[in-house]
Structure formats: structure tokens, C-alpha cells
């Protein structure tokens, strides 16, 4: 009898277990009685009464399914009225809506990449752009993290390319935000374009949330892209593309994640749309999201933890090791706290971590809460010597 083909997965999900690496799905309630600052829900929209109120209204006006790719029968006149109302809000000529931000970075790396090329990606990007640069087939060169130098030199190295220079405008790691403005002067002056994912920034950064790039003074450019996440600031799912009306035409003939996928569902448009609505009514939230992940930040390091200090809404604390980073943040869940745990190979420099999201709906009560139980929970090792964890309940 022939051996089992998957025996060797065994063998893997060994080594995961002694690297401390196993990962698993945790179905939540609808209504959870943990404090979650684990998702990406940064505005505190995904359950406004009106962005809920618009996605039903969109399900029961279009269906429940998009019933076909955009191209074929997948696109509504709500499809196009929420890429206008996003490139305008963001300060773009044109988007593209996709199923999801991966789709979304997938479609613009590899449409502007391709054989031929010269991509320049930033060492911390999210997978989604690596996955792209492996797909564009484009000679692909590794710039160090948040370094315009090292982005300028690998251009002046390669002249004659047609050039894409790739970066994340917050990185979901450390929450640090790249240089843009100097990434956009060093591209516009070689003749390369620069394509920018602000998954984590719409909504939270530049006047009134509109983004980094509208932040860095560089939306709209011709030169520049820009992708986003729906999923995020805007409560809703699905992601875009923002850019020149013919580097949106471009996609639309030729990336393979827009044309052979289904369309954005309509709830999903309705909801990103009402989103969108209540962000140019109460631009506040943005301040308010910046304002939290400040707070964290202040009073996790005054505890002794050390922590990257955040440009956005990303508050990442470090832990000792990857087993010491999951039982810390399964202790959270234990005492009522939701935190993410970023271990490798998911974090570039191998430092496993914590990482809370501010919500701009947190109150002082459930800030002051869930800094009680990461300091409660901490490893010994994560804080200054002679200190150590005081395990008393959080306050309420």
C-alpha cells in the first residue's frame, strides 16, 4: 500500500508546534464580552447603526451576490458612485473597486510591474505586495525598511527600467508610516511611479482621515497609485485602487484579480459608501483614533514595556519570544482582552509581538482597562528588571 501523500504534513505541524508557531481559528459571538482591540475596526463603524442600515438596504435593492465579475455582470451603479465618491474623498482622478485589499495590491503590482520591469519594494511591505512582485514577474530588488536612500541608489542602478516603487503608507507591524513625500520627489525625478498601500491609513491619517497620501501632499499626482482596504476605517469589506484615469483603465483590461473575480458584493458597497458619508460628516474620528493609539502608546511604555511608537492606529508591543507573545495574549483573552499576536514569519525582523488598534470609539474607562490587563498579563521578561507583573484585576 502506498504511503499517505499528506504524512508529511504531520511532520510540519510538528515543527510549527515546537517553534511555537501553530495557529488557529477563533469563531467569535455576535456579541462578544471581551474588550476587542485585535481588529482592524479603527473608526468603530462596523456596527453604526447607518453604515449596518445602508448594507441591508444595498442586499435587499441588488441581492446578496454580486452574481458575476465586474466586468460581466458584477458592477452596479452603487459600484461606480462608491469609486467616485473614494477617489474624490481621497483626492484621486479615478478607483477601481475590488473584491478585497489583497485583490486590490495584487491587481496594481502586477498590471504596472511585469517582465521587463524593475519593481523596488520596501523590506516590511505586507504579504500582499510580496505575493504581487513574485506574480508581476518584474526583476524585483529589496529596499531596506522606510530608507528613500536606498530606494533612490537601486533606481539610479537600474536606469532604462520602467520603474514601480511599492510601499505600505502604515506598516501593519510596528505602525510606523513611510516616508512618502521623500519616496515621491526621489520617483518623480527618475521617471518611476510609486504605488502606496494605505490599508491602515484612510481613515485615520490626513485631514478629516482622507489618507497618507492626501496627508504627504502627493494624492493625485500623476506618478502616484494608491491602494486601499474597505475592511478597516470604513467598517465595510472589499478594497480599491486609486490613480490616473488610465492607469484605472490599464487594470481594468488587464488585472487578473479584477477581471476573473466576482464583484464586491452590494452590502459590502452599501456600507463602505454610508461609511464614507459619516467620515466627511464627522472628520473628528480620525483625530479621536490617533488620539487613543497615542494613549496606549504613552502609558504601556510608562509601564516599562517597550513599544514602536505609533503614526497611526497600530500600537505594537514587544514580547520576549513567539511563545511568551502567544501566552500573553492569550492571557488578555482570559481577562477580557482581544490583542492581536504577530510572530514570524509574519513579522520581517523575527520580533514576535502584541499589537492593540486604537478605536476611536474607546472610552477612557476601556483604555485605562485594557492597559491594566496588558500590563497584568505581561512576561516577567517584557518588563525592566525587578519589575514585575501586578496581577490584579483590570479596572472596569
Known sequence: MPDDPFDWLDEEAARRER????????????????????????????????????????????????TGSRLVTGSTTAHAA??????????????LVLASGYAANLAAVTALGGPGSLIVSDAANHASIVDGCRLARAETEIAAHGDPTAVRKIL???????????????FSVDGDAAPLAELAAITAGRGAALLVDDAHGLGVLGPGGRGTPYAAGIAGHPGVVATVTLSKSLGSQGGAVLGPARVIAHLVNTARTFIFDTGLAPAAVGAARASLRLLER?????????????????????????????????????????????????????????????RPPSVPDGVSRIRLTARADLTDGQIAAAVATVIATAP????????TPVRAAPES
Open 380 to 387: 516577567p521578561e517584557a518588563l525592566p528588571p525587578g519589575r
Open 82 to 95: 462608491l469609486e467616485r465618491e473614494l477617489a474624490a474623498f481621497c483626492g484621486f482622478e479615478a478607483a
Open 282 to 342: 464627522e472628520p473628528g474620528r480620525a483625530d479621536r483614533v490617533r488620539a487613543v493609539a497615542a494613549e496606549l502608546y504613552a502609558r504601556l511604555t510608562g509601564a516599562g514595556l517597550t513599544a514602536a511608537r505609533p503614526d497611526a492606529a497600530v500600537v505594537s508591543v514587544r514580547a520576549p519570544s513567539p511563545a511568551a507573545a502567544v501566552r500573553w495574549a492569550a492571557d488578555c483573552r482570559t481577562a477580557g482582552l482581544q490583542v492581536g499576536c504577530f
Open 19 to 66: 517553534a511555537g508557531l501553530v495557529r488557529a481559528l477563533r469563531p467569535r459571538p455576535a456579541d462578544p464580552e471581551t474588550l476587542d482591540l485585535a481588529g482592524n475596526d479603527y473608526l468603530g463603524l462596523t456596527r453604526h447603526p447607518e453604515v449596518v442600515a445602508a448594507a441591508a438596504a444595498a442586499a435587499h435593492r441588488w441581492g446578496a451576490g454580486a
Open 156 to 170: 539610479d542602478a537600474h536606469p532604462g527600467y520602467r520603474a514601480l516603487v511599492v510601499t505600505d503608507a502604515v
